[in-house]
């Protein structure tokens, strides 16, 4: 799904959290905001989401303005929020449930996204029997399970320590390659942003400016030793370029 986001702020009361946004995602990409705590990134998402307006400007989502909550799209938050008295596969059919449609005919794509997720022999599994990053495997499953044509991340990986990110970065792409939704992907790390990326966007602190949006020319797909290609290093240079510019100023 095409976003189109045009000069959009937004302030709440006093405190202008976005200024003068603007950013287009073309259809099936992945472009990952990065910037420092406070910088309006959630904000953006919710904006893009419908779930607040914006104080000024306009989001189109394939061409048409956001004007209230969009339907068919999935979110996935910093904590997992499973349903603890739910199997983990009933977790993830929980979406189809939701939307009204027959579990049944979504049990097998839950299952090939649990396989793919590396969660495969866990569907009977309660949340409290997987570990962190397996439970966020699972939300992100459950986000994808109805092929949503847009997903909306906020730190997804942000309460996991940096090896398990570093492998749901992995197990991510692999899920998103099945898909090829557009992904807005919110992080605090430059290496997850640039690793998973076709673009980064470098948010400035209050009041949140985009100050530079990076293309990523990284072939797909990428794996370990992407980290240690000088190409890496090199766009990972610029995002942080981006990001320290703004202690100096
Ligand atoms: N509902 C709200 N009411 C008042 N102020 C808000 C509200 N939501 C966000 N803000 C303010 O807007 C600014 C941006 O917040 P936001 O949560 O978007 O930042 P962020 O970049 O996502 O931060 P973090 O990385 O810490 O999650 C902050 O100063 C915050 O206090």
């Not at 937004?10 to 995602?25: C, G, I, M, P, Q």
């Not at 400007?57 to 997992?80: A, E, W, Y």
Request: proline letters at 7%; a neutral charge.
């Amino acid at each position: 799904m095409s976003v189109d986001i045009r000069n959009v702020s937004k302030s709440f009361r006093s405190t202008l959290a976005v200024d003068d946004a603007s950013l287009a995602l073309e259809e099936g990409s992945f472009v990952s905001i990065v910037g420092p705590s406070g910088c309006g990134k959630s904000t953006l998402l919710r904006l893009v989401a419908g779930l607040i307006r914006p104080s000024s400007g306009t989001i189109d989502v394939r061409g048409v303005p956001v004007k209230g909550p969009l339907r068919n799209i999935g979110m996935v938050f910093q904590s997992p929020v499973l349903l603890p008295w739910r199997r983990t596969l009933d977790n993830i059919l929980f979406v189809a449930e939701m939307g009204g449609l027959k579990t049944s005919q979504w049990r097998e794509r839950a299952l090939e996204l649990m396989q793919l997720a590396g969660l495969g022999g866990f569907e009977a599994s309660y949340p409290h029997e997987l570990s962190g990053g397996m439970q966020q495997r699972a939300s992100i499953c459950r986000a994808m399970l109805l092929k949503p044509p847009l997903i909306l991340m906020d730190e997804p990986f942000g309460a996991l320590d940096v090896i398990t990110r570093e492998r749901m970065g992995y197990a991510l792409q692999t899920l998103w390659d099945e898909s090829r939704s557009t992904v807005l992907f919110v992080t605090h790390s430059i290496t997850e942003a640039v690793l998973l990326s076709d673009t980064v966007v470098v948010m400035t602190p209050r009041p949140g400016r985009i100050r530079d949006i990076v293309p990523i020319d990284l072939p797909r797909p990428r794996h370990p030793g992407t980290l240690r290609e000088p190409r890496f290093l090199e766009l990972s240079e610029r995002v942080r370029e981006g990001i320290e510019a703004q202690w100096m100023e």
